[in-house]
């Protein structure tokens, strides 16, 4: 499946690829439209509860060819406020600072870990990339 809409932000995972990857049983969850561009967010977490454990992703999608690259420069101008690191064999650029930020064409998208220590036995590393790559599967 292609996802095409905002309104799909929450097909871009399934619970099943959260387990494979983080072992965790899961429900997506669609989350408020905050922030700066009001873009669409959705949250897998192991619980209905408001402070559960999970994982989310935050799409931006740029209707004008040609301006996701820029874009995506000036958002992690704006987020990434001291240690940043660039991923390679991710997108077209990725990087991590504060969540991981991966671009494909004039399309980029954020997976933050919500409610979980950063040191939990987790790879996080392995875990974004892995996550990265089922939805950049789902993007055009």
């Known amino acids: 499946m292609i ?9 871009l995972l399934t619970p099943e690829e959260i387990k494979a990857t983080l072992n965790w049983k ?3 969850r669609r989350l408020p439209k905050t922030g ?6 959705c949250g897998w977490f192991v619980s209905d509860e408001p402070n559960a454990m999970g994982v989310s992703v935050l799409l931006f999608r740029w209707a004008e060819p040609g301006q ?3 874009a995506f420069a000036d958002k992690l101008s704006s987020v990434c406020r001291g240690a940043r690191q ?11 600072c504060g969540g991981f930020w991966v671009r494909k064409k004039d399309i980029y998208f954020c ?22 790559r089922y939805i950049m599967a789902r993007l055009p």
């Not at 700066?36 to 967010?41: G, I, K």
């Not at 660039?86 to 991590?96: L, P, S």
């Not at 939990?120 to 974004?128: F, K, L, Q």
């Open 3 to 11: 996802v095409r809409s905002d309104d799909q932000v929450c097909e």
């Open 111 to 132: 997976i933050t870990a919500r409610n979980v220590a950063r040191d939990a036995g987790i790879s996080w590393r392995e875990a974004d990339t892995t996550l990265a």
């Open 68 to 70: 996701g690259k820029q």
């Open 26 to 28: 899961t429900s997506p």
């Open 86 to 96: 660039d991923v390679q064999g991710v997108g077209d650029e990725a990087v991590a």
């Open 36 to 41: 700066e561009y009001s873009a669409p967010e």
